[in-house]
């Protein structure tokens, strides 16, 4: 237990070899030698220099180089095996009940290193939600795989997320009762995607009005759309916030704006019971960022936030959408 709270952390991130979490910044990849590929390793560089010095402002060291795995399936497996006992190491280390891994290599790689720990290990689906048979792969992640809900990243799709050929995935969700987790907002480090057609969660709003008893999450407190998921949330009641990461892009809006404005605001205008603690967590060394949790509970705290909102935002919200059963 972190303090006197039984904490679940919504969204973190299982870093193996291959990640949607950690492709390029945001970059797309294109064929070695063209010039395409030349601006894209471009602006890799441009991003890693950002990701360096925002690495230095947070004290945070240099992330592991990947190791490499034996060949084929079974070594893959092996070197998961090995990171999900460092993570439950992470957990033990800080108090932390549980953690949501947004997205791991695919799923199946996932629901291996989830079904390690399974009483501390909660994982998403992080499939395209546009392939071909995702409706019916979601339905195996969760029915077969046993994971427990959708993660989408809205910027990286090649529709908008309202797109009618998407509403076979939310009817198989909607029947399943797990939660989506979707981030809107730009992506990536510098150099990554600031801005395009469908990475507004407004984009969402029909979408929820037409599935309202799916849980949707927008992660990051929206980013640069805070407006728009404040009237999003005050649309529609099946929408939720994570706090997840350093929220380190409040510095580029053009009014002041801290993590203590963004939690009274959404806590004034949401209430308790749709924020969730997220940490955004994924590389070693750092491990689990406990600087984001501890910076959180200290902002709620001097709020004077009553106990029964922090045990909602930093662990029974989480419990309820999961379905976890329990306290």
Known sequence: MFQDLHVVDFHAHFPVRGDVSAAGGGVRQYAAGTPAAEQAAYMRAQSERYRAAWRLAWDFPRPEPEPEADPGPDGARAAADVLADRWLAELDRYGIDRIGFATGGGNDMLAHAVARHPDRFIGFAHHDPFSPGAADEMRRAVTKLGLRGLKILAPALERRIDDRELYPVWQVIEELGVPVLIHFGMLGGGGGISWNERDNPGALE????DFPTIQFVVPHFGIQYVKELLFLCWACENVHVDTSGSNQWTRWMPYPLTLD????????TVGPERILFGSDSSWFPRGF???????????????????????????????????????
């Not at 029909?206 to 009005?209: L, P």
């Not at 501890?294 to 662990?315: E, S, T, V, Y």
């Open 206 to 209: 029909q979408v929820a009005r």
């Open 261 to 268: 404005d963004l939690i009274r605001k959404f806590y004034e």
């Open 289 to 327: 960022s406990i600087r984001y949790l501890q910076d959180q509970i200290r902002a709620c705290r001097f709020m004077n936030l009553p106990d029964a909102a922090l045990r909602q935002i930093f662990g029974r919200n989480a419990v309820r959408l999961f379905r976890l059963g329990g306290d």
